[in-house]
């Protein structure tokens, strides 16, 4: 197969950690007789030196035309006096909203190499811990009306939490395709025992389930989620929410995985053009000492294989050959602990690559 990827190096430690998943990308590619073409995209703290710009029309154009987008990450010091619109982050939130992105996906696994990483107890790691929050990203409370003013001479602030049966479709659609992918089980999370727009949620979430006979959907409140994600983390595959409740749960959900530097993401939309990012930010304190973590980089470009381009085996492979580099004992400083041999980031990048090369030696 043949793709087109707009690769976002962006600031901080973002070049470093892309240049590691473009090593692991054509690796793969070599292996499964791919061809991978690049297009590298300025955005961020770099776009607004070069362009004045966080991410020009034309950059977001390149995005646009590609078949999904790789990102490091963006920001810096140096630009935190910059006005609201010459912000590195106005860029991202220019580019998924240039690309119609509704649909953030977060997974929550602990590799069992790192299992002493997460506050969670060894019994409840030992079972095993890998799941996804598939999230509403552009609707609800947050993109509702926001306003304060006095009545019944109190000041009193309004919020409105909306949701439209088309907007649950589309972000339900997402999460039972994902399933799909994964091992079938699909649990929608809502507040359906108090929130009009959960009633209206779960009911159309039960008439897609029809739609997708090989996903079993679940029902759960947002306040039991809360607390089964620290109690039995094990039950979930495929978790669906709306965008306030994802944002609280999937930061629960990082957080018993133990190591930022880990953590891959996608964000997608109507069609398979997905952005494609490590849940991290730029890192200034440690960027070009060689010292970032680049698996989370690594693994969103696993992500994009998987959801964007329909290629598991390759996922998988990725995958796989992360999971021997953490059993050989390497780590970068971030997951460092005792016994293990610390590495750079270009070290991990080889050595997820000698491991790609391993497991084609033995195919
Ligand atoms: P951060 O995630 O960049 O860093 C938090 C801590 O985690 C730091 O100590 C850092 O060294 C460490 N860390 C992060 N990623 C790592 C990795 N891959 N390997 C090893 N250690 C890692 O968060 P921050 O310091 O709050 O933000 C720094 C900049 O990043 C800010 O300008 C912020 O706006 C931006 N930011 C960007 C994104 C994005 O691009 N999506 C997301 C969050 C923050």
């Given at each position: ?8 190096r ?41 362009f ?16 999904s ?12 006096d ?19 992105l509704y ?9 069992p ?22 999230r ?24 409105m939490?909306?949701?439209?049966e ?10 039972f ?14 507040k ?20 997708y ?20 983390p ?14 609280i749960?999937s ?10 530097g880990?953590?891959?993401s ?9 952005l ?5 930010g ?45 059993s ?36």
């Amino acid at each position: 197969m043949e793709k087109n990827i707009a690769v976002i190096r962006g600031d901080g430690i973002g070049p470093e950690i892309v240049n590691e998943a473009i090593k692991v990308l054509d690796k793969i590619a070599e292996m499964y007789g791919h061809t991978f073409h690049y297009t590298d995209v300025y955005m961020g703290g770099c776009a607004i030196d070069r362009f004045g710009d966080p991410l020009p029309e034309s950059e977001l154009k390149k995005c646009a035309e590609s078949d999904s987008v790789l990102l490091g990450a963006v920001g810096g010091n140096q630009w935190n006096d910059m006005p609201g619109h010459l912000r590195p982050e106005k860029g991202l939130l220019r580019l998924r909203a240039g690309l119609g992105l509704y649909s953030n996906n977060r997974p929550a696994k602990i590799w069992p190499q790192l299992a002493e990483a997460s506050p969670l107890k060894q019994s409840i790691v030992d079972k095993g811990i890998d799941f996804i929050i598939v999230r509403e990203l552009i609707g609800g409370i947050y993109f509702g009306e926001h306003k304060t003013e006095i009545i019944d001479g109190e000041n009193t602030a309004i919020d409105m939490l909306t949701y439209n049966e088309k907007e649950i479709e589309r972000i339900g659609r997402i999460g039972f395709e994902t399933a799909q992918k994964r091992n079938k089980k699909l649990c929608s999370v809502e507040k359906s025992n108090v929130l009009d727009s959960s009633r209206l949620w779960k009911k159309v979430m039960h008439r897609l389930a029809e739609e997708y006979p090989d996903v079993t959907l679940t029902d759960m409140l947002v306040d039991n989620c809360a607390m089964q994600i620290v109690r039995n983390p094990a039950q979930f595959d495929v978790i669906v929410t709306e965008n306030m409740f994802g944002d609280i749960l999937s930061d629960e959900a990082s957080m018993i995985t133990g190591s930022i530097g880990m953590i891959p993401s996608s964000s997608l939309g109507a069609g398979s053009c997905g952005l494609y990012e490590p849940i991290h930010g730029s890192a200034p304190d440690i960027a070009g000492q060689n010292l970032a973590n680049p698996i989370g980089t690594i693994l969103s470009a696993a992500m994009m294989l998987r959801y964007s381009f329909d290629m598991p085996k390759e996922a998988d492979a990725i995958e796989q050959a992360v999971s021997a580099y953490l059993s050989a004992g390497y780590r970068t400083a971030d997951i460092m602990s005792e016994g293990m041999q610390q590495v750079g980031c270009k070290e991990c990048g080889d050595y997820i690559v000698a491991c790609l090369c391993q497991k084609e030696e033995t195919a």
